[in-house]
């Protein structure tokens, strides 16, 4: 499409999921969240007794993927129906993200879910989370953003988004898990986790949601 897009990328924990959905409240724009789509494909492969080595049946999971996203006019409050059953909260366990990255490094399974994600562009334009938004799928995008923060700093703000969402969790079990993601997603042959050459870097380790915020905004009417 048409319509201007915005891609984030960045670590797990970075922020970015949180600045995605407040811009996309406050630009009255469209979501991308591609980690959920990876996320799914590791419940289907789970729920289909698929091995996560078994490339050429991801592939086909990837390729027929089964779901339906429900956002409310304010952008939020985002419900995920796979196969007809609700996953919304299923998806972000921390033994979901790690699958997903798992699945994540094969190329194949990447190329099944691209066109998936471009078809989220739309009026009036489009806030596209992940970690290859800038460098892969939306190349062109005229504003690109990068976050990062220190992987303490991300373990902390997971730890914390578990628990307020009433989910167990092991502060030290999580920056083990964020280390051993952040090392497979930089490291990949495809698609590697890095900053696109046009992205504006934020280190948001001292930053607050509101500082992350208020920069990318301004970054965007910038751009406007
Ligand atoms: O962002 P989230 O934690 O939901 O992503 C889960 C995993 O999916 C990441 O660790 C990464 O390996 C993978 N991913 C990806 N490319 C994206 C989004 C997510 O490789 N655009």
């Known amino acids: 499409g048409d319509f201007p ?3 984030v990328d960045g ?13 996309a409240r406050e630009l ?18 789970r729920h289909h007794g698929v091995a996560l080595d078994d490339e050429d049946a991801l592939v086909v999971l990837a390729a027929h993927l089964d779901v339906q996203f429900g956002t409310s006019a304010n952008q939020q409050e985002v419900s995920i129906i796979l196969e007809g059953e609700e996953v919304t909260n299923a998806i972000r366990t921390e033994e979901c993200g ?3 990255s798992i699945i994540a490094a094969i190329g194949s399974v990447r190329a099944a879910l691209l066109e998936r994600q471009r078809a989220f562009v ?28 220190s992987a303490e700093e991300r373990a902390n703000r997971r730890y914390n988004q578990l ?8 502060l030290q079990a999580i920056l083990e898990d964020i280390q051993a993601r952040d090392a497979r997603d930089m490291n990949r042959a495809v ?12 280190d948001t ?15 965007a009417r910038h751009k406007g």
Do not use: H
Request: proline share 6%; charged share 20%.
């Open 5 to 7: 897009v915005i891609a």
């Open 11 to 23: 670590p797990s924990g970075s922020g970015k999921g949180t600045i995605c959905s407040l811009l």
């Open 28 to 45: 009255g724009w469209n979501l991308l969240d591609s980690g959920a789509l990876y996320r799914l494909v590791g419940l289907a492969a």
């Open 98 to 100: 790690a699958d997903a």
């Open 122 to 149: 739309s009026e009036p334009g489009l806030i596209a989370d992940g970690r290859d938004m800038g460098t892969v799928v939306f190349p062109d995008a005229p504003l690109k953003v990068y976050l990062t923060a």
């Open 163 to 170: 628990i307020n969402k009433g989910l167990g969790a092991s």
């Open 191 to 202: 698609a590697p986790l890095k900053p696109a050459e046009d992205a504006i870097c934020l």
């Open 205 to 219: 380790t001292d930053q607050s949601i509101e500082e992350v915020l208020a920069s990318v905004l301004d970054q």
